[in-house]
């Protein structure tokens, strides 16, 4: 059973960057699918960025792509979402989920919430204008 601890959110100014941590108590994280939601009130949790940890396959959605990065370190079991050029629009909670995967299953897998069992925490970022 994979646990998930989320850290690094905060508040930033319009432009700054955060760089968010999702590490990962499982002795199979080189199986692992890992997408990083966001929701912010009011609205649907959404898929912003997700990875497969065999093989480091990435997408993420058209509303980051070019300004959020997500990584892993496996020495870590630590997923990384490097999320710079922040917009007042990023502001939400953002939350970690992961499963265990052989393959990189798809986009349209990945960014749907329902296909994931665990979560983390969830961690606050604000964006000011």
């Known amino acids: 059973q994979v646990q998930l601890m989320e850290s690094g959110g905060g508040s930033v100014q319009a432009g700054g960057s955060l760089r968010l941590s999702c590490a990962a108590s499982?002795?199979?994280?080189?199986?692992?699918?890992v997408t990083w939601f966001r929701q912010a009130p009011g609205k649907e949790r959404e898929g912003v960025a997700s990875l497969y940890t065999g093989d480091r396959s990435t997408d993420y959605a058209a509303s980051v792509k070019g300004r959020f990065i997500i990584s892993q370190d496996n020495a870590e079991n630590t997923v990384y979402l490097q999320m710079n050029s922040l917009k007042p629009e990023d502001t939400a909670k953002y939350y970690c989920?992961?499963?265990?995967?052989?393959?990189?299953?798809?986009?349209?897998?990945?960014?749907?919430?329902?296909?994931?069992?665990?979560w983390g925490q969830g961690t606050q970022v604000t964006v000011s204008s």
């Open positions: 989920a992961a499963g265990g995967c052989r393959s990189w299953p798809g986009s349209r897998w990945m960014f749907r919430p329902t296909n994931f069992q665990t």
């Open positions: 499982t002795d199979s994280f080189r199986r692992l699918c």
